[in-house]
């Protein structure tokens, strides 16, 4: 298991929720809900800051599949935005940034995150401005548990040089 500090994004379209790691990889806990933003890149500054305030090695985006496997139109604005991500890493850094970008299935985490908050007796209404945290702590917990039992990253590394994924590892 890698040491350092991950944040978790779960991309939506109003909203993106952020949640962050320990420095051992253990345990996932919410951050914030950052607004979408129509253009500008706002969030994804916003993102980056969050990630250089806590000394970020790495950030988890995840991967919305339909129940088999196949893409949805979500699919395409998570890679767009991971991809994004990257390229303002690298525009940042000059060369090859410290904090990688990688994607993961986040099949279920929604639904996941709606059942613990009704779980902890939140109503759905009272849940709004909290889901999309939550749904991030469960993409960035699943891909701490699965690099914990795998012995490697989880998902597909997004690359910093070009638009496409440029290394891809069992999801």
């Not at 500008?40 to 806590?54: F, P, Q």
């Given at each position: 298991?890698?040491?350092g500090?991950r944040l978790?994004?779960d991309?939506?379209k109003a ?9 051992h990889?253990?345990?996932?806990t919410p951050?914030?809900?950052v607004?979408?933003a129509?253009s500008?890149g706002?969030d994804?500054a ?29 699919t395409e ?9 990257a390229a303002?890493?690298k ?9 990688s970008?990688?994607l993961?299935d986040?099949?279920?985490s929604?639904?996941s995150?709606?059942?613990q908050l009704r779980?902890?007796?939140?109503k759905?209404k009272q849940?709004?401005g ?12 699943h891909?701490?548990?699965?690099e914990?039992?795998r012995g490697e990253?989880p ?7 070009s ?7 069992r999801?």
């Amino acid at each position: 298991m890698r040491t350092g500090v991950r944040l978790g994004i779960d991309v939506g379209k109003a909203r993106i929720g952020v949640a962050r790691c320990d420095l051992h990889g253990m345990l996932a806990t919410p951050v914030e809900t950052v607004p979408r933003a129509a253009s500008g890149g706002g969030d994804i500054a916003r993102i980056l800051e969050l990630a250089t305030e806590i000394d970020a090695i790495e950030l988890v985006v995840g991967l919305p599949l339909g129940m088999s496997g196949h893409r949805t139109p979500s699919t395409e604005d998570a890679e767009n935005f991971a991809e994004s991500l990257a390229a303002q890493l690298k525009r940042t850094d000059g060369a090859a940034a410290a904090i990688s970008v990688r994607l993961v299935d986040e099949r279920l985490s929604t639904v996941s995150a709606q059942g613990q908050l009704r779980q902890a007796g939140k109503k759905s209404k009272q849940s709004r401005g909290i889901i999309d945290q939550a749904a991030a702590v469960v993409i960035l917990q699943h891909a701490l548990d699965m690099e914990r039992s795998r012995g490697e990253a989880p998902g597909t590394l997004v690359s910093q040089d070009s638009d496409q994924a440029a290394e891809s590892d069992r999801s």
